[in-house]
DNA sequence: CGGATTAATCTGCCTAGGCAGAGATTGCCG
DNA sequence: CGGCAATCTCTGCCTAGGCAGATTAATCCG
């Protein structure tokens, strides 16, 4: 199914700019809210991927976030700096490292919850509950789309131009 | 409306995850499309957004793809290098810099529509078209809440933290 | 007209993210 | 058992993006 036709592609009516531009601006406003709280937004999703699935690795979370392993390592660096995250050497595979969250952490993380789910009904003021849902399917269908072709889910490493 | 409840959020069952999720897979797999053709995705972006509106100003532009104004005039630097855009004072308003595709640079743009557009395609081939429009209303009611949420329309500089 | 305010771009500096490769450990297979 | 490839994390280095302030130009208003 052809959706686009290069002869009539323009930036406007492209999902890839909307996609874009939507997740920027929801990220933007997430961000403002972790203002003064002493967290920036990737410390804050991966101490929220620690809390719903604890003894998770270092890489499993790359790979959930899409972040780069070496940038990862250095936010860790700062988390279990700050008492909020724990490293641990697994017994079974000692090349791994497994997270856990401090009780600390489990409160930082706890307290901006309620911030974050106010802001992002806020941005879906105007959608139904219904609306809401389909959106979820819609762009879960599209990234299980992505995944499959993408080489390796994500842990492909991008070449930059000069 | 309120969609999602503190008690119950989980990052799996989050519109703002997926988002984030779904253009960051996206922007990854276009990246790699621009292997070998000498142009990064911003600076495409860029080259479109001039075919399309020609004498666009730097700061409409940096607005429209939310990129920070810095940046931006390096960006702008590298492409008058290569020969893909002019700039020229408007006689006008003496500061602004009116932006105009070169020959050299609507080719280069035009070069890569097919290509991009592909890949759009490809990535949408789960969806029909009704799903596709639909797809494209949800984002743009959302983007159009969170614009008007915002103070100043993108040009509002982020804090980050140590 | 003149001073103050606003607007648009550009420069300097810093940080987060991205890539390559090192070091350590495990699993595979002859 | 021994060597080789694969896996996982971490370190070093570089670049793009982000912020602040400087610069230039226009506009407002008395």
Known sequence: MKHYDPRTYTVDNSVGYLLRRCSSLLRDDLEQAFDGHGLTFVQWVTLMRLRDDPALTAGDICRDLRH??????????????????????????????????????????????????????????????????TFGKLLRRMIERLESAAPC?????????P
């Open 68 to 133: 780069d392993s070496g940038a990862f390592t250095r936010v860790l660096d700062h988390l279990e700096e700050h008492g909020l995250v724990r490293r641990e050497r697994s017994e079974a595979d000692r090349r791994v490292v497994l997270l856990h969250l401090t009780a600390e952490g489990r409160r930082a993380v706890q307290e901006m919850v309620p911030i974050v789910v106010g802001r992002l009904n806020d941005a879906l003021q105007d959608l139904s509950a219904a609306e809401i849902v």
């Open 153 to 161: 889910a994500g842990m492909v490493r991008k070449g930059l131009k």
